[in-house]
């Protein structure tokens, strides 16, 4: 078999004839069998080849999209990590936080912000507006033109309401942020600060009050040092008229000294009732106001004039009254003392009206005289400290500050009605305060 037939037809041939001869009318047969043949394993080669390569494709595409779906996955592990940790901190700061969309309200908050309002779960604040916790809609249209106009707004103290209604203060911060889809929404936080509120405003009322304290102390010394020389110097002149005077008539001096003395006494006794009022608790006694008013119109009857004044008292109502006992005393004598004073001598018949109504909450006194009035313009100002209504006035201008201030003390209240030369009403509440038991 001389013929260069490919190798493995060549095999298959000496198998088949055994060493005879091929036929010479096969020989054309078996080259073109032997050419097949031989295409066919180039063709397998060329497509092992090509098969290499795209396996090698493969194995590089298949190395890829792992080390893609590895990427991915650690990706996907670190948003959950990352979701996780930022649903642990909102879980557990003390913030309240919140997230509001304008159609839908409130679509997310926190366990702190449910204990702040103290609502139970999620579903009672569901798709429910911020606006609803709000104390004042004012503020929270405010804050929302600050959202528009800058985007955010930061620590700002607002009044709001827990589930209940009950008031307290916030602190609050929010941004305003827009979605992928355009819609809008805020996240919000809110620091729970009604106590340092009220100790501020605690602090701030305190202050207020000291300056007051002291401006009241600066006037008090001003005007009492006058106040008590004036009669001290009286005193002393009348003393040296006594020495030089020899006609022996010294009973129309003893009477002046007298009038000396009395003023200062009375306005000893009104510094003691000023002292009284504010540094003494209040107490809580059983009131009987027929005979309180008794017992200071008895004090006052030696007063000049008050003889000739008639005083009518009607005292209605059967509830028991408690209160201050040392306090209205002097509530009444101030007053009281005021309408004596100041009387109108040109009446026929000058009057005091003490009227009292007594119902289970308070008390209503009215005290009406038909004496000199007050001018219009002095009104607003006759519970100041040392204010005196006219310059012939002989008292100290503390009586009435006196009165505001106990009923102050008293959670009481006043108001006065004046006409110059016709008379005053003056008219006060106060409080029915049983004594606590226990």
């Known amino acids: 078999m001389d013929k260069q037939f490919n190798p493995l037809l060549r095999q298959q041939l000496e198998e088949f004839f055994q060493g005879q001869e091929v036929p010479e009318n096969l020989s054309g047969l078996l080259e073109s069998i032997s050419n097949t043949y031989d295409d066919f394993e180039r063709d397998h080669q060329q497509l092992e080849k090509r098969m290499e390569m795209h396996s090698q494709e493969l194995n590089e595409a298949n190395h890829q999209i792992k080390l893609e779906a590895k990427k991915y996955q650690e990706a996907e592990a670190l948003a959950r990590k990352s979701e996780q940790i930022l649903r642990s901190i909102n879980e557990h700061i003390n913030e309240a936080i919140f997230r509001h969309t304008p159609d839908k309200g409130i679509v997310y908050i926190n366990h ?9 779960d999620f579903q009672e604040i569901n798709n429910v ?44 911060s929010c941004i305003l942020s827009t979605g992928a889809q355009g819609n809008s929404f805020y996240d919000g936080a809110i620091v729970d600060i009604d106590a340092q509120k009220r100790t501020q405003n605690r602090l701030i009322a305190i202050n207020e009050e000291l300056k007051k304290a002291n401006a009241e102390l600066d006037r008090f010394v001003y005007s009492a040092s006058h106040d008590l020389r004036a009669p001290l110097k009286s005193l002393l002149g009348l003393l040296q008229l006594i020495e030089y005077d ?17 003023k200062l006494d009375y306005f000893i006794e009104e510094i003691i009732d000023y002292s009284m009022n504010a540094r003494m608790e209040r107490d809580s006694q059983l009131i009987d106001f027929e005979e309180l008013i008794g017992q200071v119109l008895e004090k006052l009857q030696y007063l000049p004039g008050a003889i000739r ?10 509830c028991a009254f408690y209160s201050d006992r040392s306090r209205c005393l002097i509530l009444f004598n101030n007053l009281l003392s005021n309408a004596i004073v100041y009387h109108n001598l040109q009446q026929a018949q000058p009057l005091i009206l003490i009227k009292v109504e007594v119902v289970p909450e308070q008390a209503t006194i009215t005290i009406q005289d038909n004496g000199k009035g007050i001018d219009e313009k002095h009104l607003q100002d006759i519970f100041k400290m040392f204010y005196r209504a006219s310059v ?4 100290s201008g503390l009586g009435l500050y006196i009165v505001k201030e106990i009923l102050q003390k ?21 409080p029915n305060s049983p004594p606590v038991p226990g």
Request: net charge negative.
């Open 112 to 120: 702190s912000f449910l204990d702040l309002f103290e609502f139970e």
């Open 129 to 172: 507006s911020v606006k609803t916790l709000f104390a004042n809609e004012d503020a929270w249209d405010e804050l929302q033109e600050k959202l528009e106009d800058s985007g955010f707004y930061k620590n700002e103290e607002v009044l709001l309401l827990k589930k209940d209604g009950t008031p307290f203060w916030g602190l609050m």
């Open 246 to 262: 020899t006609s022996g008539n010294i009973a129309g001096y003893l009477d002046k000294m007298r009038t000396s003395v009395q």
């Open 309 to 318: 004044i008639e005083k009518k008292v009607a005292v209605n109502g059967s």
């Open 392 to 395: 012939s006035s002989n008292g």
């Open 410 to 430: 008293l959670n009481g209240s006043i108001e006065v009605t004046s006409t110059l030369h016709k008379g005053t009403s003056f008219t006060f509440t106060i």
